[in-house]
């Protein structure tokens, strides 16, 4: 779907531009509508683009409905908390666009943003050039896929996919499914196919893991009601360093479930430790299955442990809980596959992605490629992110709290644009 709104320039001076036409540049777009601040979105692709063509087909939310607020536009369905399957997640985003109506420019690739000496950036795109007095960065994190260069290796006959580009079980070639890695897409894809009875060799990584319900609630609901999506960064443990941490693996498939690893292996899924390399026609795994699936239990009762806590300190009637006790453990640690007798006919990789702000030329940047700022405000006269995961808090990078980050950003917008227009006022007088 295409915005209904169409920007009557092509080119030219904006106040505000933002850069991603996703639920986060959609979201900023409407704080400046209701502010009066004119502006451009400008997107890469088509807006949804990722929602619908890089998701696979029986893809859900792992987050209940209810937890899709986005600015004036939250859930109204009858199924609050229910899971939104991926069409109902396009419908629900395409019903956003035209609520918002924002002045969109799709299929425009921006190949370069500088701030000139006078302060104002200057916008390169592939559909003409712009400029902007402040400018929003709102397209994500995730980029580049991660491949491993072992992938270079592998013979012509193995079909290789990274997640995005995942579709269905039947997409594939007969034989055996290697899924590298197990975060939320990695453990999903796995069961996807090993539901459908597909043959699964699991390279499992360090993904931690969560109960779909426990004592009587989802536990979304439960942490919700302890505060936890409030929390900002700089009050996390971790501070900044859970930015860097693998999502809990869980599934609101079929009305929701929790992912247990250890049962799909009961059943015949094959699991691995971390894939190292591929030499000699072997994959080969570090000896790490045991502790991996051991750590993501112990985050899994560690997370039910504070809601028994929770639930005692506030007296609140409940079910019982109770520990999750393993139903498999590994024998050994198998540290080796030969690729030809595997039966491998395809390798989905699932090891996340990198961003790549490469065509953003301003000094905001550590070592790894991921902005300095302060809940998106960045020490760059002008410059802003919104969209990205644990920007301010949990919800930073998702339907439930992207709508708050983009309020306070255009409030910031607003700021400066008083400050510079009281500054200009001095000058001239």
């Not at 986005?70 to 396009?90: C, Q």
């Not at 079980?169 to 539901?195: F, K």
């Not at 360090?206 to 779909?212: G, I, L, S, Y």
């Not at 006790?325 to 990789?349: C, F, N």
Request: glycine residues 10%.
């Amino acid at each position: 779907m295409s915005n209904p709104a169409h920007h009557a320039r092509a080119e030219g001076h904006y106040s505000v531009l933002v850069i991603g036409g996703g639920q986060a540049g959609l979201s900023v777009s409407y704080y400046l509508k209701e502010a009066g601040i004119d502006h451009l979105v400008v997107e890469k692709n088509t807006v949804t683009h990722t929602w619908r063509e890089q998701r696979w087909d029986a893809f859900c939310l792992v987050t209940p409905n209810w937890q899709c607020a986005l600015p004036g536009y939250p859930y109204r369905g009858n199924d609050p908390h229910g899971f939104m399957k991926k069409d109902e997640i396009v419908a629900y985003l395409d019903g956003f666009i035209e609520h918002v109506g924002a002045p969109l420019m799709e299929r425009t690739e921006v190949k370069r943003v500088k701030q000139r000496d006078d302060g104002v950036y200057a916008i390169t795109t592939t559909q003409g050039d712009f400029s902007a007095d402040q400018v929003v960065v709102a397209s994500g994190g995730y980029h580049t896929p991660i491949v491993p260069r072992l992938a270079e290796r592998l013979p012509a006959r193995i079909v290789q996919l990274q997640s995005s580009a995942y579709r269905n079980p039947q997409a594939l070639p007969d034989g055996a499914v290697m899924v590298v890695g197990t975060g939320q897409s990695g453990a999903q894809i796995a069961e996807d196919l090993h539901l459908a009875g597909r043959k699964v060799v699991l390279a499992v990584g360090e993904a931690p893991r969560c109960a779909r319900f426990y004592r009587g609630r989802d536990v979304v609901d439960w942490l919700a009601d302890m505060q936890y999506y409030d929390m900002p960064v700089e009050k996390h443990p971790l501070r900044e360093g859970v930015r860097d941490n693998t999502n809990h693996y869980v599934t609101g498939r079929d009305g929701g479930r929790d992912i247990d690893l250890r049962k799909f292996a009961a059943e015949g899924m094959e699991l691995y430790g971390r894939l190292d390399d591929l030499r000699d026609g072997q994959f080969h795994f570090s000896p790490t299955l045991a502790a991996n699936l051991d750590a993501a239990d112990e985050t899994y009762n560690r997370i039910n442990v504070s809601i028994d806590n929770f639930i005692e300190k506030r007296g609140i009637d409940a079910p019982a809980g109770g520990a999750y006790e393993p139903v498999w453990r590994p024998a050994q640690e198998r540290t080796t596959l030969d690729l030809e007798t595997s039966g491998i006919a395809a390798i989905i990789w699932c090891i996340g992605f990198t961003p790549d702000f490469s065509w953003l030329d301003a000094p905001v940047f550590n070592g790894r490629g991921y902005p300095a700022h302060t809940r998106g405000i960045t020490p760059i006269d002008g410059l802003y992110f919104v969209g990205l995961p644990w920007l301010h808090t949990w919800g930073s990078g998702r339907f439930s709290g992207v709508a708050r980050d983009a309020e306070f950003i255009v409030q910031a917008i607003r700021e400066k644009a008083r400050e510079r227009a009281s500054l200009s006022s001095a000058v001239a007088a």
